[in-house]
């Protein structure tokens, strides 16, 4: 696709309940990055992939929070047994090497998906 | 580890006024750093990042910004700003084999008429 593309754009679940939310990075990029985004704050980083292997989870805040990105593509960010505290806007983002220099490539963001956890 | 610090959360400015947005960081390697900018409604966008060479980096819609190494600065400014630039802008930071952007808290940018 021409951006990132994440859906649901808008979620609102009920606390305890499993929320999936999806990601659909440009077309081609390698790397593909989650981070959440607190009323007032700036993103902070949750985790990344190159292809399909996921390199770096340090920023997911506990056990409830996983992501796959099976086929090094579309890629799921599950929330299970969500809190209140879970609510948030969770951006996806991918950028298109994966490198020796990765620190300095463009990464590009998309739109958001807001969680409210009621 | 890396931190950023933005030093104003809001920060209201006539239109063709001129305009700096503050962004200090820390970090006990090299960096790499990075604007972007949240119009509403919209994903985060890069404006502009330094990476080596030059420390005054031009980007998009009229920005610049210039990393001062010594003052572990890496502040935007834009001469004249418009109505269309009201946004929220992010400053953050990355390092060399590090495929992480820390972020700084944000600025919203409010140009009144």
């Known amino acids: 696709g021409a951006g990132v593309s994440q859906s649901p754009r808008y979620k609102v679940t009920k606390r305890g309940q499993d929320v999936a939310l999806r990601c659909d990075p440009i077309s081609g990029h390698v790397s593909l990055y989650w981070y959440r985004q607190a009323l007032g704050q700036g993103p902070e980083f949750l985790t990344y992939?190159?292809?399909?292997?996921?390199?770096?989870k340090s920023g997911l805040p506990n056990d409830r929070f996983s992501a796959e990105r099976p086929e090094g593509s579309i890629s799921t960010l599950t929330i299970q047994r969500t809190e209140q505290r879970d609510s948030a806007m969770y951006r996806c983002?991918?950028?298109?090497?994966?490198?020796?220099?990765?620190?300095?490539?463009?990464?590009?963001f998309g739109e958001g998906s807001w969680l409210t956890v009621v | 580890a890396q931190s950023v610090t933005q030093l104003d959360s809001q920060v209201p400015v006539f239109e063709e006024a001129p305009v700096e947005l503050r962004c200090n960081y820390s970090s006990s390697v090299s960096v790499y750093l990075f604007w972007y900018v949240q119009y509403p409604n919209q994903g985060l966008q890069l404006l502009l990042k330094y990476l080596s060479g030059s420390t005054l980096v031009k980007g998009i819609n009229g920005f610049e910004a210039e990393f001062n190494k010594s003052q572990t600065s890496f502040h935007l400014r834009k001469p004249s700003v418009h109505i269309s630039d009201t946004a929220e802008y992010f400053c953050?930071?990355?390092?060399?084999?590090?495929?992480?952007?820390?972020f700084g808290q944000g600025t919203r940018l409010t140009i009144n008429p």
């Open positions: 983002a991918s950028s298109l090497v994966a490198n020796r220099d990765s620190g300095g490539n463009t990464i590009y």
């Open positions: 953050a930071v990355s390092v060399k084999g590090a495929q992480k952007l820390v």
């Open positions: 992939f190159n292809y399909e292997a996921q390199q770096d």
